[in-house]
């Protein structure tokens, strides 16, 4: 027991309390520290159990701040993209993509750092090519959430319905995720019973980030959120580069 407490309990705070807060980035904090710490096995369906959680816990009082509309769109759209992410972006150059990808993320994410009012997003019109775009990089890559968090910055949603709304996009689709995770057999007693003894870690978390969120000036929120999505993008380039090294080996 105590590995686990000083080793993944600090892992699932962490990638918890970064989800609560912003909206997003906990399975790309999580998923590489847990991955080397339990398995990937263990690690996949512990976090795709604690993302639902999450999503739930966050909905169930601020749901009223969920764009639906926008949610939506999203989803119809993502749903799409997945298997033409499936047939077009599998393939010889998986790990270049990947890395245009991450260098994509964080360019664009720099330059609205430094020049944040250049425009936005006034309705929901460009909703369906965000989501064909998450769900064709979803379908390849298992990376649906940069599109959707940059499509709600370029809304300019305030923080509260920022993150309520990624929750109302994340939930069914985290869902489908986690079934899939229990069809084929990865909810194993252990990882069941991981589960339940990271629920208080990962219900404090939630309930830091919320009040952390909820403090954030929107003005400052745009800049965390490009700034999270620059952690993202350098941890997708070392993960590529890693699996690169990996085949070539």
């Given at each position: ?10 892992i ?9 807060t ?20 263990a ?13 739930i816990t966050?909905l169930?009082k ?42 994509v ?6 330059y ?13 019109r460009?909703?369906?090519i ?10 390849a ?16 949603w305030?923080?509260a ?16 995720i986690?079934l ?19 629920l ?7 309930l ?20 999270c ?21």
């Amino acid at each position: 027991m105590e590995p686990f407490q000083r080793i993944v309990m600090p892992i699932i705070f962490i990638s918890t309390f970064t989800r609560s807060t912003f909206g997003f980035g906990d399975a790309l904090i999580a998923m590489p520290l847990l991955a080397m710490a339990v398995g990937i096995n263990a690690a996949t369906p512990l976090v795709g159990l604690i993302a639902v959680t999450i999503s739930i816990t966050i909905l169930i009082k601020q749901w009223r701040n969920v764009h639906f509309k926008s949610v939506s769109m999203l989803i119809i759209s993502t749903l799409l993209g997945i298997p033409i992410g499936i047939l077009l972006l599998k393939g010889l150059y998986e790990n270049a993509m990947k890395l245009v990808l991450a260098a994509v993320i964080i360019v664009f994410s720099l330059y609205r750092i430094f020049k944040p009012r250049l425009f936005t997003l006034a309705n929901d019109r460009f909703a369906y090519i965000f989501g064909l775009l998450a769900g064709i990089l979803g379908g390849a890559y298992n990376t649906n959430g940069p599109p959707v968090v940059i499509y709600g910055s370029l809304r300019g949603w305030d923080p509260a319905k920022f993150r309520a709304t990624l929750q109302g996009y994340f939930l069914p689709t985290g869902l489908m995720i986690a079934l899939g995770h229990g069809i084929g057999g990865l909810w194993t007693e252990q990882v069941l019973v991981n589960y339940l003894i990271c629920l208080p870690v990962v219900f404090i978390a939630i309930l830091l980030g919320g009040r952390l969120n909820s403090k954030i000036p929107k003005g400052k929120f745009d800049n965390c959120i490009y700034a999270c999505l620059i952690v993202i993008g350098i941890i997708l380039l070392i993960n590529t580069g890693a699996s690169f090294r990996m085949d070539k080996l």
